[in-house]
């Protein structure tokens, strides 16, 4: 797939995949990854030897912010998500997953957060314990989107070895690898996809499955999240947008003390307020 990416035919993309979503009574933003009418959506991002469009931040963060006027739960359905992880990375053993994920047949979550030092990548308690070929991890992840989706975990991790600071590492894992667990909790907000716990007991993970070298996780989750806030600050704006434009349509229709309320000052002067705080988002 390799479609221009000009301003119009991002639009017409995305008023298409709207178009698809009212056929779906109960629709799930990950299995119509899968769909084939929108074959080549999750590898936007992706490079061409993967299978994707190779997109530009810039293209896919006016595409996530014409999904957020529609519906925030299609962060999961445009890009490869946290999968795009994997393209840093100056090696082509991740290759056949980065085709999965192009082609719709694989989708990756991260695990990062955990129960007593959140986010914390310094304080991470998950171990990874060299062993002959690898490695063996141990700890728990939570607050984890895509869990019950998801055929694989990036997870972080802190090497064992005999250094002065922690070598965070980055690690690919298969959902079912022995010693995986999940366990599910209830989200705050976005539904569509499952949430919840990974716990890790002593799941062995090779080396060909580690994500750069050791110690290179920091440097990974920067990248990574850099682009992949981005992308969430665009889906927010579009979100923003869709808000206003709700309130505008409302001022207009809902009607007060013999006319529409969008007649009162005071509720025009926060309209204008949210309006130039949107533009200054932008």
């Not at 990756?108 to 063996?136: F, H, N, Q, R």
């Not at 580690?210 to 981005?230: A, D, K, P, V």
Request: with cysteine.
């Amino acid at each position: 797939m390799n479609k221009p990416t000009t301003p119009l035919v991002i639009e017409s993309m995305a008023a298409h995949l709207m178009e698809l979503l009212p056929h779906h009574d109960t629709w799930h933003p990950v299995a119509l990854r899968a769909h084939r009418e929108l074959a080549g959506w999750s590898g936007l991002d992706l490079p061409a030897r993967h299978g994707g469009a190779a997109w530009c931040a810039t293209d896919m963060a006016r595409l996530f912010c014409l999904c957020g006027r529609r519906d925030a739960e299609l962060r999961d359905l445009v890009g490869a998500g946290h999968a795009r992880l994997l393209a840093l990375v100056p090696t082509r053993r991740l290759d056949a997953v980065l085709s999965a994920v192009a082609r719709s047949a694989a989708y990756c979550a991260v695990a990062i957060t955990e129960p007593d030092v959140g986010s914390d990548l310094w304080a991470l308690v998950t171990t990874a314990s060299p062993v002959d070929g690898g490695y063996v991890l141990d700890g728990t992840k939570q607050h984890i989107s895509r869990i019950g989706e998801c055929t694989h975990f990036i997870v972080f991790a802190a090497v064992r070895r005999p250094t002065k600071n922690p070598l965070i590492t980055t690690f690919l894992i298969p959902r079912d690898s022995p010693g995986l667990e999940i366990e599910p909790m209830r989200p705050s907000g976005l539904g569509a996809a499952l949430w919840g716990r990974v716990f890790l007991r002593h799941v062995n993970v090779p080396l060909t499955s580690r994500i750069g070298g050791e110690g290179q996780g920091l440097s990974l989750f920067t990248r990574h999240f850099c682009y992949w806030r981005t992308m969430m600050a665009a889906l927010a704006v579009g979100s923003a947008q869709a808000a206003i434009d709700q309130t505008a349509v409302w001022m207009k229709n809902r009607h007060a003390f013999g006319g529409p309320i969008g007649r009162f000052s005071h509720l025009q002067q926060a309209m204008a307020h949210w309006i130039a705080r949107l533009r200054m988002a932008c």
